[in-house]
């Protein structure tokens, strides 16, 4: 799935291709793309729409429109968006949406397994929309190692499922979740109200490591996920840990492992990342174990 480094990538590429055009005619095939709303009534309101900005909010991509209306898209498992010359889009039978621009060229919506959505959102939305379902910004500058320890205080949850938590911090997935835990040498089991005060410093400076290094190398190209041009990202060939089971690790030259940390295959460094969550959990076995909160993967 997309995360931050390859949505922020697209948003890039996307940004000086749409900022200032017009939608001029819009046509949506595949009604899981808009449901519950209607694909033809979704492409209708949008057509006339002139863009301002091509924003991002985690995983999300914000197409701002003139009118204070914005498209939120959401490439989820396999989506992606391609821009092209008017005339240049070859066939595509997973092709779900068509944006004839004002100055002739188009954008197009590819979405294998279709779990993308887009969201046509009114104004007084907009912003409370995206607020109730992403946190922080990871990379900007007024985010800090305090904002992560204050969301992180009072999770049980392993450290890993609380980072994936998109209210957590935004736009952390299963790749950089690891690669960021790898970075701050904390075992991805350790819950997060027992990591100390510089584990959590640790983390917040993995998470925006990974994040950054990931930006740099426009992404990681594994699967479906492409450039808007049909570029690839390169950030898979750098990975510490992810999709390295059994490689050494390239701090200290054990063999990386893979577990399952909140349902998802996990990569770590037995050796670098030392799981002692469970002398912790000892000294408190006294206190009942909290239900598990309900995630947020947006
Ligand atoms: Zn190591």
Excluded at 162 to 177: F, H, K, P, S
Excluded at 203 to 218: D, E, H, N, P, T
Excluded at 222 to 227: A, C, I, K, M
Aim: aromatic share 6%; charged share 30%.
């Amino acid at each position: 799935m997309p995360e931050l480094p390859e949505v922020e990538t697209v948003r890039r590429r996307l940004a000086p291709a749409l900022e200032g055009r017009r939608f001029e005619h819009v046509e949506i095939t595949d009604p899981r793309l808009t449901r519950p709303n209607d694909p033809f009534e979704v492409a209708r309101e949008l057509e006339g729409e002139r863009v301002t900005k091509v924003d991002r909010r985690g995983k999300y991509v914000i197409v701002r429109f003139e009118s204070g209306r914005a498209l939120l898209i959401h490439l989820r498992m396999t989506g992606s968006l391609r821009h092209a010359n008017g005339g240049e889009l070859r066939e595509d039978p997973h092709r779900r949406a068509v944006v004839n621009l004002d100055d002739g060229s188009d954008v197009a919506y590819r979405d294998v397994r279709r779990f993308g959505t887009w969201l046509l959102l009114e104004p007084p939305e907009v912003d409370t929309y995206i607020d109730a379902r992403v946190g922080r910004e990871p990379l900007d500058d007024s985010y800090k190692a305090k904002d992560l320890a204050e969301k992180l205080a009072h999770r049980r949850a392993p450290i890993k499922a609380a980072i994936l938590d998109q209210r957590t911090v935004a736009g952390v997935g299963n790749i950089y979740a690891d690669e960021a835990l790898w970075r701050a040498k904390v075992h991805p089991l350790t819950p997060a109200n027992e990591l100390t005060p510089d584990e959590v410093k640790a983390v917040y400076k993995g998470i925006r490591a990974s994040l950054q290094a990931g930006v740099r190398r426009q992404g990681s190209t594994l699967r479906d996920y492409q450039l808007p041009d049909g570029s690839s990202g390169t950030a898979q060939e750098r990975f510490k840990v992810y999709g390295r089971a059994g490689l050494p690790c390239e701090r200290c030259g054990t063999p990386i492992d893979k577990i399952r940390v909140a349902g998802r295959g996990t990569y770590y460094c037995p050796h670098c990342q030392v799981y002692r969550g469970a002398a912790y959990a000892a000294r408190s076995s006294s206190s009942p174990p909290s239900r598990s909160r309900r995630q947020s993967s947006v």
